[in-house]
């Protein structure tokens, strides 16, 4: 029984320990092959010399720290053991699979990646002796045939940034590494980092300042508290802890008054095919834009219009065209992600790209404007009504808008609100008191009342517009006091085709809106009339944007633009533009447009 015991007490000892599994990550550091193993709880010193192939003692050496003992989630550099080699294909078969590149000058992994649109991860996977960050002049690469054209941009930039963050996890101390965007130079990062350029060289295997290319992969000091910070990528995710002095500044100069403006617009107006309105209408008010700029102002633009068509390899063709050349100022492309290529060319050219429609969330660049406005500010200018001295009550239905809630409960913070919950009943089985139809009893107080109606649903959002409206009706028509309310609407609201738009009259509805264009006011009657007249049909949003785009920054090319339009509102039709520099570097409108729809059957625009 004393045996039987040891044996199961042995037993369970082991069963304690975490076996331990191979990781897949696999990086370089001086030349050297390594696995970056993540250490989960239970795992040994053992159990990992075990499933590496390594001694235990080899594993302290290249991370003393551990000699202290194991900790969850220490990121560990374990020396990579070469695995039997498989047989070698026939050279037959390799050209059958596989298309052979042979590394230029300075060229990086990730630009390979890009010229072929393949994925990083397959290029690593059929070339294991690969060191990703040094390339060697000439050396042979494998790209896989059947891959190539399947790897987009972003994925190559998370990628990328995924092998950048695995190394900094086991970089040598006092040392990390940085991936280098466009426009930096050997000069520009030895200061940024407090060395000299033949410093930064060395740490590099004696790259030449010539040889430094976008994209590339550098070796740089650091200290333990003041570590790269994962901004430095080409896809930036956040900048915290970055001073926007390390982006690079770029001087746009005005032109003369009798110099032609080159105008490059690019837009996805057909993709695979098919034509999408909505560029289109965006095409044709900015024509109109630019003709308005040459009757107000006198200035001559000559616009070249290239169809983006959604594909980031036709972008690239496109900047990197003679045709191009000429180009001082850019509108377009419309998606983040299409955006990198031509950011290359504007810094290194000092020419201001304007992103007409999408909110940037990863590039940073003192060459973009942003034309929608800054999802941080939207509910700015509707603050005041719930600064605690009003009544807040959240009106649920069956069904929520949870991102519209969100927004109000960040909105209203620690501030006090009451929720209610209604609930449709059909008049002929309404009680006479208490349905939950009846919105009433929340209107009886002497109290200054805002709603925020939650429900997703727009049958739901009109009955509940309806109730309001009625229940305000009700207690007038019996001689008490005016109830005093606003409703703070959902702009997604605007797209419900059948909800009573009388509603937001009788509510007082207040809405926040990235942009507003009232038919019946005299600047949009008359647009509209030009379109008409020039096009067939009514024009939309898109046609004001484009409308606004051209009437903004056309004329600011011969003046504004060498202030950054900082300083300055614009209001081409009814919607106000104010560009600033936001805290990623990139100049943003801060300008959002508050709705107010009132008892008088009046629109007032904030």
Not at 100 to 115: D, F, P, Q
Not at 452 to 464: F, G, K, P, Q, Y
Not at 477 to 488: E, H, I, K, M, Y
Not at 572 to 580: H, I, K
């Amino acid at each position: 029984m004393k045996r039987l015991c040891a044996t199961l007490l042995l037993f369970g000892s082991l069963c304690c320990a975490q076996a331990a599994q191979k990781s897949p990550t696999i990086v370089y550091i001086n030349g050297a092959k390594y696995y970056v193993h993540t250490v989960q709880p239970g795992e040994t010193l053992y159990s990992l010399s075990r499933e590496y192939g390594v001694g235990e003692q080899v594993i302290v050496e290249h991370n003393p720290e551990v000699a202290a003992g194991l900790k969850a989630d220490a990121r560990l550099k374990i020396p990579f053991q070469a695995e039997v080699p498989r047989s070698k294909s026939s050279e037959r078969k390799l050209k059958k699979t596989f298309e052979m590149h042979r590394v230029s000058k300075g060229e990086t992994l990730y630009a390979i990646a890009r010229r072929y649109e393949i994925s990083i991860q397959t290029i690593l996977e059929d070339n294991p002796n690969l060191d990703p960050t040094h390339l060697r002049l000439g050396e042979q690469i494998l790209i896989r045939r059947k891959e190539t054209g399947k790897g987009s941009e972003a994925q190559s930039q998370a990628e990328w940034e995924a092998y950048r963050t695995a190394l900094n996890s086991v970089a040598d101390k006092g040392y990390a590494y940085h991936i280098v965007r466009p426009g930096e130079t050997f000069y520009s990062l030895s200061r940024r980092f407090g060395i000299t350029e033949e410093e930064l060289s060395r740490l590099n295997n004696g790259l030449k300042a010539s040889e430094l290319k976008a994209g590339a992969m550098l070796k740089i000091p650091s200290t333990e508290t003041a570590a790269v910070p994962a901004a430095d990528s080409l896809q930036v995710a956040s900048h915290d802890s970055i001073s926007l002095r390390e982006l690079p500044e770029i001087t746009f100069r005005a032109l003369r008054r009798t110099e032609p403006l080159e105008v490059a617009l690019m837009l996805p107006i057909s993709v695979d095919g098919r034509a999408n309105d909505n560029y289109l209408e965006f095409y044709q008010g900015f024509l109109l834009g630019l003709e308005q700029v040459k009757q107000r102002y006198g200035y001559s633009a000559n616009l070249t219009f290239y169809n983006s068509g959604r594909d980031t390899t036709a972008i690239r063709r496109i900047v990197e065209s003679p045709e191009f050349a000429r180009t001082q100022l850019i509108v377009g492309p419309v998606y983040e992600d299409e955006l990198h290529p031509v950011i290359q060319v504007a810094e290194q050219r000092s020419i201001p790209v304007i992103s007409p429609l999408a909110n940037i969330g990863g590039l940073r660049s003192d060459a973009l404007f942003q034309m929608a406005a800054d999802p941080a500010l939207k509910y700015d200018k509707v603050a005041e009504l719930f600064n605690g001295n009003r009544r807040v009550t959240l009106i649920y239905a069956d069904k929520t808008d949870k991102e519209f809630e969100q927004e109000v409960l960040a909105l209203l913070g620690d501030r006090p609100y009451t929720r209610h919950n209604y609930r449709y009943e059909h008049p002929s089985v309404r009680k006479a008191e208490g349905s939950p139809s009846d919105l009433t009893p929340l209107l009886q107080n002497k109290e200054e009342n805002v709603f925020v109606i939650l429900a997703e649903n727009e049958v739901d959002v009109d009955r509940i517009l309806a109730a309001i409206a009625s229940a305000d009706t009700s207690i007038t028509s019996r001689g008490f006091t005016a109830p005093s309310f606003v409703v703070l609407g959902n702009a997604r609201w605007h797209r419900f085709n059948n909800i009573d738009r009388t509603m937001f009259f009788k509510d007082r509805v207040v809405f926040v809106s990235t942009y507003h264009a009232k038919r019946d006011a005299a600047v949009i009657t008359d647009f509209d009339s030009s379109y008409i007249r020039s096009f067939g049909a009514l024009p939309t949003l898109y046609s004001y944007r484009g409308y606004d785009a051209a009437m903004i920054f056309c004329p600011a090319m011969y003046g504004d633009i060498e202030k950054d339009l900082e300083n300055t509102s614009y209001t081409p039709l009814q919607t106000t533009y104010r560009f600033e520099r936001d805290d990623e570097g990139n100049h943003v409108n801060r300008n959002w447009t508050r709705v107010n729809y009132n008892s008088d059957y009046t629109i007032t625009i904030e």
